[in-house]
Nanobody, 116 residues
Framework: QVQLVESGGGLVQPGGSLSLSCAASGFTFSRYAMTWYRQAPGKERELVATITRGTGNTNYADSVKGRFTISRDNAENTVYLQMNSLKPEDTAMYYC?????????WGQGTQVTVSS
C-alpha cells in the first residue's frame, strides 16, 4: 500500500532551523514530483516547495524563498525540507504530497510551531 510518512516537526524558536523528512513507500518514488504543503488554522492550504522528478528542478513559495530548501533522495525514497530562519508565520501543519499526472498521494502531516 502507498504510504507517505512525515517526520521532524516540533517546536522551534524564531530564527531557528528545522528539517522535515517524508518517507515514501508503495509506489515508484522517482517518477513522482514531490511537494511540501502547509496549512495554518483558519488559512488555506498553500504550496511551500516542489521538486520535480528527473532533473529535480525546484520551486518555492515567495514567502519561503531563500530560507527553505527542498531535496530528495530517490535511493531512499525520501523527500526533505530544510527550514532556516524560521518565523512565527511558518507555524502550520506540513504535508508531504506526491504527484504523477492525476495520481496523487498525501501524508498525514507533521506539526511545526515557531514560537518563543
Amino acid at each position: 500500500q502507498v504510504q507517505l510518512v512525515e517526520s521532524g516537526g516540533g517546536l522551534v524558536q524564531p530564527g531557528g532551523s528545522l528539517s522535515l523528512s517524508c518517507a515514501a513507500s508503495g509506489f515508484t518514488f522517482s517518477r513522482y514530483a514531490m511537494t511540501w504543503y502547509r496549512q495554518a488554522p483558519g488559512k488555506e492550504r498553500e504550496l511551500v516547495a516542489t521538486i520535480t522528478r528527473g532533473t529535480g528542478n525546484t520551486n518555492y513559495a515567495d514567502s519561503v524563498k531563500g530560507r527553505f530548501t527542498i531535496s530528495r533522495d530517490n535511493a531512499e525514497n525520501t523527500v526533505y525540507l530544510q527550514m532556516n530562519s524560521l518565523k512565527p508565520e511558518d507555524t502550520a501543519m506540513y504535508y508531504c504530497n506526491g504527484r504523477l499526472g492525476f495520481d496523487v498521494y498525501w501524508g498525514q502531516g507533521t506539526q511545526v510551531t515557531v514560537s518563543s
